[in-house]
């Protein structure tokens, strides 16, 4: 049982470059969520999808899009990545009815030139 | 909207001291609250919640009690180990337009350094 696995792990981009960050869950789980972690700013919410097929937007979506087309896997795609996007994303999923015991991919370490 | 505030650290103790880190929270009414754990180079972890007033959670040795008079939530543990050297998340439900299960709001994180 992987849980939540978060492909790649690092990856270094250039700016204008594109990319796609892979979350897989086993949970069957309805609710995922792409979040940013930054030094002194925590985690922040960029995009989060409660159901196949739906997406909404977080605190910090700009620069961000997602998809949601199997259960399973929820992806976050940088169109033209720039340095403010430097960071670690986090990938998390959630049971329903479980509100707020969030269940955590490893991070994907993204660095922007 | 809805926060949270925790002191920022680093923390650092030595093995078996006593722990607290402060957490406070703004909010409407009386939401669920969290402690995430996150050790190096891995993912969050659920540590321990509490989902009403007066509420103790605890794991691992660890507790925080709701206090709604103070807003507070502060992680404690009476003696501290070199493994439980850590960054620690308060969090609370956020609140997103459309419904839905939302995701957390965290704070910034404590980073704990415990020495040997």
């Known amino acids: 049982n992987a849980g939540v696995t978060q492909t790649p792990k690092f990856r270094v981009l250039k700016t204008g470059q594109s990319m796609t960050l892979l979350c897989a869950q086993d949970m069957n789980h309805e609710y995922m969520y792409w979040y940013r972690q930054d030094p002194g700013m925590g985690l922040r919410l960029i995009h989060y999808?409660?159901?196949?097929?739906?997406?909404a937007k977080g605190e910090v979506p700009d620069g961000y899009n997602v998809s949601r087309l199997k259960k399973q896997n929820f992806l976050l795609g940088l169109e033209s990545a720039a340095p403010s996007q430097t960071s670690v994303y986090f990938c998390?999923?959630?049971?329903?009815?479980?509100?707020?015991?969030?269940?955590f991919g490893e991070g994907s370490r993204l660095t922007v030139l | 909207g809805d926060s949270v505030t925790q002191m920022e650290g680093p923390v650092t103790l030595s093995e078996e001291a006593f722990l607290t880190i402060n957490c406070t929270y703004t909010a409407t009414g009386y939401p669920s609250l969290f402690w995430y754990v996150q050790y190096p180079g891995e993912g969050l972890q659920l540590l321990l919640k509490?989902?009403?007033?007066?509420d103790k959670g605890s794991n691992k040795g660890f507790e925080a009690t709701y206090r709604k008079e103070t807003t507070s939530f502060h992680l404690e543990k009476g003696s501290v180990q070199v493994s439980d050297s850590a960054v620690y998340f308060c969090?609370?439900?956020?609140?997103?337009?459309?419904?839905?299960?939302?995701?957390?709001?965290f704070g910034k994180g404590t980073h704990l350094i415990i020495q040997p």
């Open positions: 509490a989902t009403k007033a007066d």
């Open positions: 999808s409660v159901g196949e097929g739906t997406t």
């Open positions: 969090a609370l439900p956020a609140r997103q337009s459309g419904g839905g299960a939302d995701g957390l709001t």
């Open positions: 998390a999923t959630v049971l329903g009815g479980k509100r707020g015991e969030l269940f």
